[in-house]
């Protein structure tokens, strides 16, 4: 039962994200998640958030932040 409610929370928060950018019109989200918060990236990342540039952890700039993106039809 644990692991169903899980799913139906991530299934919840890929609906609202879509959601919110559907109805804004919005071409593109983006959110920064602080480096040292390894369980919210791994969270977004498992939602659809991609690393902005090529998608790898290597490739955003070194500083506090990872930039994540999420596309609408994500």
């Known amino acids: 039962m644990r692991r169903e409610y899980r799913d139906h929370v991530r299934n919840l928060a890929r ?3 879509r959601r919110l950018l559907a109805d804004h019109g919005a071409a593109l989200g983006v959110a920064l998640v602080d480096v040292r918060d390894g369980r919210t990236v791994e969270t977004t990342r498992s939602w659809g958030w991609r690393y902005a540039g090529d998608d790898s ?9 990872h930039i994540l993106a999420l596309a609408p039809g994500t």
Not at 57 to 65: C, D, E, L, R, T
């Open 57 to 65: 952890p290597q490739a955003v700039s070194p500083g506090p932040f």
């Open 15 to 17: 609906r609202l994200q």
